[in-house]
């Protein structure tokens, strides 16, 4: 086989041609029988010891919650860009205009409100992993 052959060939002697300057790609099929979904849902509970006039933005450190086997956090893991996280005060889901979760701190801004001592606060983060069964 000759590559580059751009002349006409005759009938007694016939070459193949392969074409010039360009990549052969061989590929393989690859067959997926499902994608599984896989979420993974995190909770941490802070429970408010004195009254809270909410004057200005409050903030509550990630080290003040405790997960869900009610041991203490040093930081909220799973908050990225691909997470969605919900805020729990006293059992209510918040809107999400009020507040802002970092991996270091929960950040609410509901100026004029007030939170009772002893009212729970759960922030909830999900998130979603896929992988390939074939």
Same mark, same amino acid.
């Given at each position: 086989?000759k590559?580059?052959?751009?002349?006409?060939h005759?009938?007694?002697?016939?070459?193949?041609?392969l074409p010039?300057?360009?990549?052969?790609?061989?590929?393989?099929k690859?067959r997926?029988n499902?994608?599984?979904?896989?979420?993974?849902?995190?909770?941490?509970?802070?429970?408010?010891?004195?009254?809270?006039?909410?004057?200005e933005p409050?903030t509550?450190?990630?080290h003040?919650f405790?997960d869900?086997q009610?041991?203490?956090v040093k930081?909220?893991?799973?908050?990225?860009s #691909? /997470?969605?996280? $919900?805020?729990f005060?006293? @059992?209510?889901l918040?809107?999400?205009?009020?507040?802002?979760? +970092?991996?270091?701190n929960?950040i609410? #801004? /509901?100026v004029? $409100?007030q939170?009772i001592a @002893?009212t729970?606060?759960?922030?909830?983060?999900?998130?979603? +992993?896929?992988?390939i069964?074939?």
């Amino acid at each position: 086989m000759k590559l580059g052959c751009k002349k006409k060939h005759t009938q007694k002697r016939k070459r193949k041609c392969l074409p010039s300057k360009k990549v052969i790609l061989i590929y393989r099929k690859i067959r997926f029988n499902k994608i599984v979904i896989v979420p993974n849902i995190q909770r941490f509970f802070h429970e408010t010891k004195t009254d809270i006039s909410i004057d200005e933005p409050l903030t509550i450190s990630a080290h003040e919650f405790t997960d869900d086997q009610g041991r203490p956090v040093k930081f909220f893991s799973n908050i990225r860009s #691909h /997470s969605h996280t $919900n805020l729990f005060i006293n @059992g209510m889901l918040q809107e999400g205009r009020i507040y802002k979760v +970092s991996p270091h701190n929960l950040i609410i #801004h /509901s100026v004029g $409100n007030q939170i009772i001592a @002893g009212t729970p606060i759960i922030i909830e983060v999900l998130s979603f +992993s896929a992988r390939i069964v074939s």
